[in-house]
């Protein structure tokens, strides 16, 4: 019998490949990506380790290419949601009893696998069907999935040896059961990593899931599916629903087995499913555990202290990285007057070297926005500003969704801190900039504060130790990923746990162990050596 009490070692993060010409990975990659620009492949319904094809299909294209076709998917239907919701149940019976350890051992082998074998392909899928260039789906399909899977282990560990005190007469112990019932995985297009852990932090603490998979991420979502499959993930303990997020979401909010939603994607989606929680509360065998990140309207906040060209380039790279479609994607800047000149300055010559443009054109730094109505959704705001008596583009603004997505890096000014794009997110390539006078630092950052409903992600630059102290106090509850003298977005496992609050979401910390305590459901084990025999206490003598 093994009873060792095993415990994993603090990982490193997973070193980004560079992708410089003629780099082996660049030479894998682009083998990889004229494969899968050459095929259509057929995405199928996985319910218990078994394809199911529906018949009822819908289509994946690239984003960038929006006519070429890189996936067709089956739906699945009522019928198909409650099969998977019996899988989910029935693995979860075996799931939950195999030993931590060999739940993690599988963990690790997905990530080594996408490390190695898998590399190529996720990080070609991710830049295919989520148009995102070499380097973000680098960072986001290998890195942070890697890492995901490498820390979760190592924080699981460390939250099962976490045990109470016991006494000479009585041994006390925790034990870490998952939750009852089955968590259903509602995952967003914009990051696969995330897609992965959504299904996978449940899943390392006992749990069993049903996946329903952003339609415009499919193409790399399956992919990682077949992973899972093949790293000797036993059947049923997830289960892939490509498919109408309304029907799976009706179906899994009245079952009175749901134990749990594992959340990424927009504010007004999370709520209404908290909300069809609450309308069938009663319903339950226990109260659904609810754990969701959401919007952002994230801020980058400069002093009059701080360096111009700091500050343009956590613009740049903040606003227009993966085309602002991050969810800590900087949306909002406010500028002291005195940088003013010299931020728009560097921020114009930067634009005007930045290239836009197909995936597989490695020059090009932005690709398109992740379909029409994001399209659409960004364009209106560009043309409202033009329109507008308090706003003004002063860079980019051209649209154009003839071959592709493609929205220009937009920059625009306003003279109204409450203006439409300052307070509401919009999750493109648009920041918006209120210049601000120096003398007023406190009371803008009073207005940074309260303009957005959103508290997930802001920037703080200043090299004066006073101003950060006053921006650190009045920010307080403004960000729940603050950076000083950065950009904000880039969060990395295992050094910024991920999450915001107030309409940001519930701020359990991806890339920490607080999101595994999540997916647990702790029992107090108390064992008496030798009981009592008597009722009474001293406190009842004479």
């Known amino acids: 019998m093994n009873n060792a009490l095993f415990q994993f070692a603090k990982p490193a993060n997973e070193p980004v490949k560079e992708y410089r010409p003629g780099s082996p990975e660049r030479l894998a990659l682009e083998k990889e990506l004229e494969k ?22 819908g289509e994946v294209v690239m984003p960038h290419n929006h006519k070429h076709v890189v996936a067709k998917y089956h739906k699945v239907g009522e019928k198909e949601v409650n099969m998977a919701i019996q899988a ?19 963990l690790a082998r997905i990530g080594q696998l996408i490390a190695t074998k898998y590399r190529a392909r996720v990080n070609a899928s991710c830049m295919l069907g989520q148009s995102k260039n070499a380097f973000q789906a680098e960072i986001d399909s290998a890195c942070e999935t890697i890492d995901f899977f490498r820390f979760n282990n190592y924080y699981a560990g460390n939250l099962y040896s976490e045990q109470p005190s016991s006494t ?64 000797g993930l036993p059947e049923g303990v997830i289960n892939f629903l490509p498919g109408k997020g309304s029907l799976i979401g009706n179906v899994a909010l009245n079952n009175p087995n749901l134990a749990g939603i594992h959340f990424t994607g927009s504010t007004a989606t999370f709520q209404g499913l908290w909300k069809g929680v609450g309308a069938n509360i009663s319903n339950y065998k226990s109260y659904p555990r609810l754990v969701g990140e959401t919007g952002g309207k994230d801020f980058i906040f400069a002093h009059s202290s701080a360096n111009p060209r700091e500050v343009a380039t956590a613009i740049v790279r903040g606003a227009f990285e993966f085309q602002g479609q991050k969810c800590s994607a900087a949306s909002r800047a406010y500028i002291p007057a005195s940088l003013w000149h010299d931020v728009k300055q560097h921020v114009g010559e930067m634009l005007s070297t930045i290239k836009m443009g197909d995936v597989t054109d490695f020059t090009n730094f932005v690709n398109a926005v992740i379909d029409e109505a994001s399209f659409d959704n960004c364009k209106g705001y560009i043309d409202r500003a033009k329109a507008s008596n308090e706003a003004e583009v002063i860079f980019g603004g051209n649209c154009d969704k003839s071959v592709g997505y493609f929205v220009e890096p937009t920059v625009i000014l306003t003279t109204n801190p409450k203006y439409e794009s300052m307070a509401q997110e919009i999750f493109g390539p648009i920041i918006t ?32 130790l006073k101003a ?62 030798v009981p009592a025999t008597e009722y009474g206490y001293p406190f009842l003598a004479k």
Request: charged share 20%; hydrophobic share 40%; glycine share 8%.
């Open 168 to 231: 000479p007469d009585q041994l006390n112990r925790a034990e870490y059961r998952p939750l009852e019932g089955f968590i259903m995985a509602v995952t967003p297009f914009n990051f696969t990593s995330i897609a992965s852990n959504l299904n996978m932090t449940p899943v390392l603490m006992g749990n069993t899931t049903i996946w329903k998979p952003s339609t415009t991420a499919l193409l790399s979502n399956y992919h990682l599916m077949q992973i899972f499959m093949e790293a």
């Open 88 to 106: 989910a149940l029935d693995a979860k019976k075996e799931w939950e009893n195999i030993p931590w350890v060999e739940r993690a051992s599988i």
């Open 433 to 464: 900039i209120y210049v601000y006078d120096d003398k007023d630092y406190a009371e803008t950052l009073e207005l940074c504060d309260s303009t957005s409903p959103y508290a997930l992600t802001g920037a703080v630059f200043a090299y004066d």
């Open 36 to 57: 899968q620009s050459n095929e259509v492949i057929e995405i199928p319904i996985i319910i218990g380790g078994k394809e199911i094809r529906t018949g009822d299909m």
């Open 468 to 529: 950060l102290k006053i921006a650190d106090e009045k920010l307080k509850y403004a960000a729940g990923n603050f950076y000083i003298n950065d950009k904000p977005t880039g969060a990395v496992v295992g050094c910024q746990p991920f999450g915001g609050s107030r309409a940001s979401g519930t701020n359990d910390k991806a890339g920490g162990l607080w999101n595994l305590i999540r997916w647990t459901n702790p029992r107090s084990i108390k064992e008496t050596f």
